[in-house]
């Protein structure tokens, strides 16, 4: 098996709560308050109940943090799989993430939250459909980014609103996975609400 | 997937986001200029420029004007020059983002000598791409079209570029018929290579010199994303001759495009 070789990780979050981070101090945090743009709000979504930022909205802000990487260390450090992002809105434990992504091929995208979906049986069984919370995750830059940058997918070309009020945020993110051929796992594959 | 679940392409920002050397750009800068002219759309021009040549597209004129016969040596420009052609990058074509791509960022790469046809010219169209992503980003804006071609390259028909840009605007995405794919995002390039003499008589149609891109969507931007899992960096590299599993082989520039576009 392949095991990464992973020398740099840079943590994205998005959150409105602006305050020193306590995570780890060799980690460096690219932070900066969600945007608001009252777009698409069939991609807002909840977890255990709780509302979640709206997911174009979310991502758009990471995709902005990865600007931001990009700028202060462009591609020589951010290619070929050496930098790994560390993706939520606020601090979070990342280590059973991490240790999974670097036990798991290249180009592999690790979710904190993700399991097979009871309410798509008929698919989850043989294809193991996965069911994403897709808000906290741990990948390279190159994922990281092809991941976030949905929200301008969802911009391009007059989309009728009929097309796109018919998608939901997991939706999204399962489609841009296949469509993008990622490789993709979690921590929690069996854990999941019931729907 | 009936008309009314289909997005319509709708063009309003273009970027051209030129990359790579300058070389016979002085040559090409005024038709460049005309031929992005165009009606009813915004064009800003994004540029990353080298700072040495490696002119192995015009082996005769290397020979006979300035005695090189090895044209995959690189070649530094000078102060002079580079200040020459970053002038004329700025005067002519006004770019909202314009860099001097360093020689210093690739000499700490791993197999880039090895490599240098090929992820050199990667790494140019990465930085370019970038460079169109941080305008975005610092105006919170999108362009709809992003086009990525060379200082030195001409395409022709001179009207060209207006006769696909208005052929495909208003166009409903996934319509067989008109553009086949399912998704919006759409990406095609042309190989041009009807002046290289292994080329003539290939099925490519004579419209240019080398490489014309177009990416509607962010197809350009993920492009960029894949591209960077093969560009060495100061750590590792993919670079190989061999594998084909996962790592890249480095054999043509043209056929390593076409095999990040299919991925």
Partial sequence: MLIQNQPHILISLASDIIEPNPIRNDWEVFQRPVVTSDKWPQYNYTFEDQPKPNLYDTYKTHWLNGIDMWKKYGQHALAQNDTTVLVNDVDFFFSPLIDLYHDSPPNTVVFERLWRCSRYAGYSLPSHTPHPVPDTFVTSYSNFMKIVSIWKWIDSHNNTPELLSNDTAWLLVLRTIWKYNLIHTSTRWKEGPKV | MSMQHESIIDIK???????????????????????????????????????????????????????????????????????????????????????????????????????????????????????KQQYEAENNMTYDLVIMQRYDVIVWPSFAFEKVLYGIQGLRVGNPSTIPTPDKNIMFFDQIGAFRPEQIGSFMYPNGQDLWVWGLGNSLDVWVYEALQHIP???????????????????????????????
């Fill in chain 2, 13 to 131: 920002n273009i970027a051209i986001c030129m990359y790579g050397q300058y070389r016979t750009g002085d040559a090409c800068l005024e038709y460049i200029k005309k031929f992005y002219q165009a009606k009813n759309v915004n064009i800003d021009f994004f540029c990353s420029v080298k700072e040495y040549e490696t002119a192995y597209t015009r082996p005769e004129y290397n020979k006979n004007t300035l005695g090189i016969t090895d044209h995959l040596t690189q070649r530094p420009l000078d102060k002079t020059a580079i200040e020459y052609q970053s002038n004329q990058i700025k005067t002519h074509y006004r770019p909202k983002k314009f860099e001097v791509y360093k020689t210093r960022n690739e000499s700490i790469l791993l197999d880039m000598k090895q490599s240098i046809l090929h992820s050199k010219v990667l790494s140019a169209w990465a930085e370019s791409i970038m460079l």
């Fill in chain 2, 233 to 263: 960096s100061g750590l590792s590299s993919n670079y190989t001759t061999k594998q084909y599993n996962y790592a890249y082989p480095h054999y043509d520039t043209h056929e390593m495009l076409a095999c990040i576009c299919i991925k």
